[in-house]
């Protein structure tokens, strides 16, 4: 061979090796994020679950790459997105409240990681918190559960109601078991209760043409990925009628509701984060017992009280885990 034809067909060799080294490289695994509302309004959710991810060894883009699909609060998306999913083949699902039924509906093999104010073995999610079976394990953060204690809250902020509107989503998958939790505490309490269906931005606007005729003394609001997505317009309007509010999550007083109640929804994100990634390592669902929380936040806006010309009792400040001046 001569020595020209030599060096040619060992630089084509050469040439063709990092192409062969990257060829061997395996895929980094993909985590589908299913989501029933829209991006725009879970960034600090979103955030912690990527808190969660990095404390188990993954960093998006690094090590494995996401997937993410909105529903953008039109729930009957959820099937056909969970379906995409599952056709992409991901490494495991991350999904929230609805989500969690149409993601296990869609596959009985990928991982399902799910986070749900709602009874999971209620909901037929899992067999049993300790032992969930399947291919399904995630977050239980107890959000219908405390549904009554918001109420006894919101009644020991503004002692002289009487009258009190509830605003649900009768397409949410919390709104039955809210109503079942207010219901019986609001009788128990002496309190007149009005039920108040929305399920569009637009349909929340009409329940506040009607508030705004009726002046309930107070509105409590159920927990529900679509009022969370509309957060902004929720709390303008409260506002805007000066109204007393309760609401699920810290977010809502920060934006300067009255006052919310319920468990750490960022830390539910972490956790989720976590335990998505440890299944990318080779844990599995029916190993991983259901996460319950713990710790639940009474956040109050001063400020607000005093706009509405409400004083905060003193017990119910020292009961208070963030006061907002």
């Keep these: 061979m001569k020595r020209r034809t030599f060096i040619t067909l060992f630089g084509g060799a050469a040439a063709a090796w990092p192409l062969v080294v990257r060829a061997q490289q395996p895929a980094m695994p993909v985590i589908g994020v299913l989501n029933p509302a829209s991006p725009d309004t879970f960034a600090d959710e979103l955030r912690a679950f990527h808190r969660g991810l990095k404390e188990s060894g993954h960093v998006e883009g690094e090590n494995v790459a996401i997937i993410y699909r909105w529903a953008e609060n039109q729930f009957d ?101 809210a109503l079942r939790d207010v219901e019986p505490a609001a009788r128990a309490m002496g309190l007149q209760i009005q039920v108040h269906n929305a399920s569009s931005s637009l349909e929340i606007n009409a329940v506040f043409a009607t508030l705004a005729r009726e002046r309930p003394d107070a509105l409590f609001v159920a927990s529900d990925p679509l009022f969370t997505s509309r957060r902004a317009q929720l709390v303008n309007l409260v506002s805007r009628h000066a109204m007393p509010a309760t609401f699920a999550s810290r ?3 920060i934006a300067g509701a009255l006052m919310t ?14 335990y998505t990634g440890r299944i990318l390592k080779g ?5 991983l017992p259901v996460v319950q929380s713990i710790k639940f936040e009474l956040v109050i806006n001063a400020e607000t009280a005093r706009m509405l010309g409400l004083e905060v009792p003193p017990t119910l400040l020292a009961r208070a885990d963030e006061v907002i001046e």
């Excluded at 959000?143 to 397409?171: C, D, G, H, Q, Y």
């Excluded at 109640?261 to 976590?274: E, M, P």
């Excluded at 844990?283 to 190993?287: L, M, Q, S, T």
């Design 77 to 177: 998306r959820l099937p056909a997105l969970a379906a995409d999913l599952v056709q992409r083949q991901v490494a495991v699902i991350a999904t929230i409240a609805g989500g969690a039924l149409a993601a296990k509906a869609a596959t009985t093999t990928i991982p399902i990681v799910f986070i749900t104010g709602e009874d999971p073995v209620r909901r037929g999610l899992v067999a049993s918190l300790a032992r969930p079976s399947g291919n399904l394990t995630g977050i239980n953060f107890f959000s219908a559960e405390l549904a009554a204690k918001r109420l006894e809250l919101l009644r020991e902020l503004v002692p002289a109601a009487t009258r009190m509107a509830v605003l649900v989503n009768p397409a949410g998958p919390a709104a039955e078991r």
């Design 261 to 274: 109640y319920g468990s750490d929804i960022t830390d539910a994100w972490r956790q989720q984060g976590v």
């Design 251 to 253: 977010d809502f007083a």
């Design 283 to 287: 844990a599995k669902p029916a190993d």
